[in-house]
Structure formats: structure tokens, C-alpha cells
């Protein structure tokens, strides 16, 4: 019997072993190895070697509130998980390719025009505080989207949005950095295109920055602003994909469309020539529901040579598929050893039911 007890405590402590080290398995492949594993993979142009700016672009992280998150307590569960993916992804590719300029692209909030003054601010300095941006980035840009202002559907863009959001993250509708000057356009409000193109000047590059793409739209009066800014090139998001547009400088319509979804593909982009291009970065989220999700990184050069590519991210569905997996696993692995606990136990509440239902019953006394 000694010897029997002996291999069953020795069986229980390698079984407890294991479940162990399959926990802490998972748990360091999809919290760091996963990341790392990415991080080390993502293409970034070295041959640059004229005078140019690094630019690392986010589009639509939609930071999440509990506000939006119904079911406590698992709201602050998925916006928790949500944010540490969001902020851990930005962190990764802030240090992969050390940019001086930093744009975000709307939708920064996930309900940011539906909150009130106060719960705007509040969430405002929540986004800045997950998304730290580090002292050598000399330029960030938040342009907002129709979650921050308004602007699809029922929920409509007032000045007070517009306002609230400039002064939050202290933002123009132009900033100038180097040879490139950033040029923030809006379509979803009366209020985005106001601003006076700057005078034309072939020493300068002028990029547009947009929520929603550009390229596609074709309202007239949407093209007269395009044209009249002389853009060398739009980024855009909202679409939540990667996408590469291409139109006529004067006519600025799409003439071509192209998906751009290559792992460790670095695109050159000629924009000293008669053809825009628009390029619509993906959500760098999960919480889109899409498949893959990334950063933007660009490398403009002065003389109008653009080096762009996709920061991809690990699929956090994956990560999560593995988790509900292992503790499948484990539940499995351990049950032989919980049937006789359980059988025991069961047992007990049903003698325990039994008594009690014995008593409820009807009484009888000796006369």
C-alpha cells in the first residue's frame, strides 16, 4: 500500500508539474514570444540615404470605455485586454523604427463623440497616458474620426466636438515638419475644410491626412479641396484594411486599387509624378473583428520617395483560441484525478438532499 501511495503522490506532483508548465508555456508565447517574434520580423528600409523623416502611423484604435462595454465584469475584462494589446503593439513599433513624427488617424476613442465634455476629457487623457509617446518624437498628430466628432449616420458633428477634440490634444489643421507639410482634411462636417491651401511650392512635400479615405470619395466639392491643396500624397483610414489608391493629381479620383497585405513587403512610392496614391492604413485593434491588424511606417525622402510598410500584429484571436484550448487541456488532464473527489461529493449532497426532503415530510405521533 506504501509503494501504491508513493507513485500516486509522485503521479499527482508530475501532473501538477505539467499543468504548470503548459500554463506558463502559453502564457509566455502569447504575452512575449509572439510579440517578439513579429517585432524581429517586420521589414525596415536601411538604405535610405537621403535626408528624410520617419513616420509611424496608427489608424482606428478605437480605445475602449466601459461606457461601450456592456455586462460587468467582463466589460472591464475586455477593455483591459484591449488596451494592453493596443498599447504593448504601439510600444513595439515606437521602438522598431524610432520615428519623429507620429500620426494618429481617427477614431482614437471608441465612444468619443456620444460622451459628455467632462467623459471626453477624461478619456482624452486615458488614450494619451496607454499610448505614451516617448521624447524623441518631435511631431504627433490626432486627426479625429467620425468616433471622436461625429459624423456617421444619426450622430451628427457639432462645433463643440470638433473644439473639444482640437483643444484635448492640442492640435491644427497644419503642422509643418521639415520639407513636409501634414495637412489634416475632414468629409464628415461642413467644418474640415475651411482652412486655406497653402501657397504651391515644388520644395515642399504636402501630405493629407484624412479619417476616411479620400480617393474614392466623388463629391465635386471633396476634389476641388484635393486639388487645390497640391498634394504629394493622402493617408487615410476608417476602412480598417490595407488598401493602396491610385488617381491623376487634377482629377483626384481612383483610377486603380490595390490591397496591400504582404508580411515583410517594403513598397517605394513614387510621388514626384502626374499619379496621387492614398494609402489607407489598418486598424492596429483587434477589437475591429478583422483578421489582421497592424501600424503603418513610412520613410519619406526629400526628393519624394516613399519607403512604406505594414506593421503586422500577432493574431490575438489565435492567442485566445489557445488559451480556451490549454485549459481544456488541463481540465482533461486532471479529471481522472478529480472523479474520485467528485463521485465523493456528489454522493454527500445527494444523501444531504435526501434528509432533507425526508423531513419535509409528513409527521406521525404515537396516540
Not at 158 to 186: G, H, L
Amino acid at each position: 500500500m506504501r509503494i501504491v501511495s508513493t507513485l500516486f503522490n509522485r503521479l499527482r506532483i508530475t501532473k501538477f508539474r505539467c499543468i504548470i508548465l503548459i500554463l506558463t508555456s502559453v502564457v509566455l508565447f502569447n504575452e512575449w514570444l509572439s510579440y517578439t517574434m513579429c517585432a524581429m520580423n517586420w521589414p525596415v528600409p536601411e538604405d535610405v540615404k537621403e535626408e528624410h523623416v520617419k513616420v509611424l502611423i496608427a489608424a482606428d484604435p478605437q480605445i475602449l470605455s466601459t461606457d461601450s462595454e456592456p455586462g460587468f465584469p467582463f466589460n472591464y475584462i475586455a477593455v483591459w485586454d484591449a488596451d494592453r494589446f493596443v498599447s504593448r503593439g504601439f510600444q513595439l513599433a515606437l521602438w522598431r523604427t524610432r520615428p519623429q513624427v507620429v500620426i494618429f488617424l481617427g477614431d482614437v476613442l471608441d465612444d468619443g463623440s456620444t460622451s459628455s465634455d467632462e467623459g471626453f476629457r477624461a478619456k482624452a487623457e486615458h488614450f494619451k497616458n496607454l499610448l505614451r509617446i516617448p521624447d524623441y518624437v518631435e511631431r504627433t498628430i490626432y486627426v479625429p474620426g467620425d468616433n471622436d466628432i461625429g459624423g456617421e449616420g444619426m450622430d451628427e458633428v457639432t462645433p463643440n466636438k470638433v473644439s473639444r477634440f482640437f483643444s484635448a490634444f492640442k492640435q491644427t489643421e497644419v503642422d509643418s515638419f521639415k520639407f513636409i507639410d501634414f495637412i489634416q482634411i475632414r468629409i464628415m462636417d461642413a467644418y474640415g475644410n475651411e482652412t486655406q491651401p497653402l501657397p504651391e511650392d515644388k520644395n515642399r512635400m504636402r501630405i493629407l491626412l484624412s479619417h476616411m479615405p479620400l480617393l474614392p470619395i466623388t463629391r465635386k466639392t471633396i476634389k476641388e479641396t484635393i486639388i487645390g491643396h497640391h498634394p504629394s500624397l493622402i493617408f487615410s483610414g476608417h476602412e480598417h484594411e490595407s488598401f493602396h489608391f491610385i488617381g491623376k493629381k487634377d482629377v483626384a479620383r481612383a483610377e486603380e486599387f490595390w490591397p496591400l497585405r504582404d508580411n515583410d513587403s517594403i513598397w517605394k512610392i513614387e510621388t514626384v509624378t502626374e499619379k496621387l496614391h492614398e494609402v489607407t492604413v489598418p486598424t492596429c485593434s483587434y477589437r475591429m473583428g478583422k483578421k489582421s491588424y497592424g501600424y503603418g511606417s513610412a520613410v519619406i525622402g526629400k526628393s519624394g520617395l516613399v519607403h512604406y510598410n505594414v506593421l503586422w500584429l500577432p493574431s490575438r484571436f489565435l492567442q485566445l483560441g489557445l488559451y480556451i484550448l490549454s485549459l481544456v487541456a488541463v481540465f482533461l488532464f486532471t479529471l481522472p484525478s478529480l472523479l474520485p473527489w467528485l463521485k465523493a461529493h456528489v454522493v454527500k449532497l445527494c444523501k444531504a438532499c435526501a434528509v432533507g426532503l425526508v423531513s419535509l415530510g409528513p409527521k406521525y405521533h404515537r396516540v
